[in-house]
């Protein structure tokens, strides 16, 4: 059997796993966040976050954030006061330190550049139960800072299941933590987090399957963009 191959068997769906929390993620899930909002804000004293009121605190949400910087996801997770399930690139778990991190934290393996079936699947499962996931719909740190093509897959699941979409803005996080960089700098620098209102697709629905994937990818851009623009004014 090839490590591809293995590797998809290790992830493979099975009925009701990898769909709950775990009993050490709900004991020690609010220690740990804790610990991660009082990190961030050490390294970016000058943060602020807006629009959270536009987060459901319980039900189905899919969460799409702009990425910059790997530092993106620490300050999202900060900033939302709900467990969150979120993807993570495949190669991550292949890190020793990180691995086990992410696993806690309900990070799940994608292989960004191919359809990945069983991560969209899993996606897919965890909104119908209710649950809240973070998905970074470039699927990659955008090196100049701008937001880059929204890849498929976030949009699929939002279609496929119905549940709203927050998107989110963040700004000035690459200041803190570069790109490619795996030290962050702690500086006074403003970093600002805006979640917009939330955007469905449900009026795609009667249009050709294609037509509806570049229509929603096309609206989801626009709310990221604009919800971006609100956090920079804040600046």
Not at 10 to 35: A, M, Q, R
Not at 88 to 112: A, C, H, N
Request: proline share 10%; net charge positive.
């Amino acid at each position: 059997m090839s490590q591809e191959n293995k590797e998809a068997k290790l992830y493979e769906l099975k009925p009701d796993e990898h769909l709950e929390s775990t009993l050490n993620f709900h004991i020690f899930g609010p220690i740990v966040h804790l610990i991660v909002r009082f990190v961030v804000r050490c390294c970016a004293p000058n943060l602020k976050v807006t629009g959270r009121k536009n987060i459901p605190l319980r039900g189905a949400v899919l969460i799409c954030p702009n990425h910059t910087s790997d530092g993106d996801p620490p300050l999202i997770s900060s900033s939302i006061f709900r467990p969150m399930w979120w993807m993570g690139k495949r190669e991550l778990f292949s890190i020793p330190v990180v691995s086990p991190l992410i696993s806690f934290w309900q990070t799940f393996p994608v292989d960004p550049g191919s359809p990945d079936r069983a991560a969209l699947k899993r996606c897919e499962e965890l909104l119908k139960r209710g649950n809240g996931l973070v998905i970074f719909p470039e699927g990659r740190v955008s090196p100049t800072g701008e937001i880059g093509p929204i890849l498929p897959g976030a949009v699929m699941i939002a279609l496929r299941t119905g549940a709203p979409v927050i998107p989110a803005g963040v700004v000035g996080i690459d200041q803190i933590l570069p790109y490619k960089s795996v030290v962050p700098k702690p500086s006074l620098k403003p970093v600002r987090v805006h979640f917009g209102e939330a955007i469905d697709f449900k009026d795609l629905k009667g249009l050709p399957a294609r037509e509806q994937r570049e229509k929603a990818a096309q609206r989801l851009t626009e709310a990221i963009r604009a919800a971006i623009e609100v956090a920079r004014q804040s600046l």
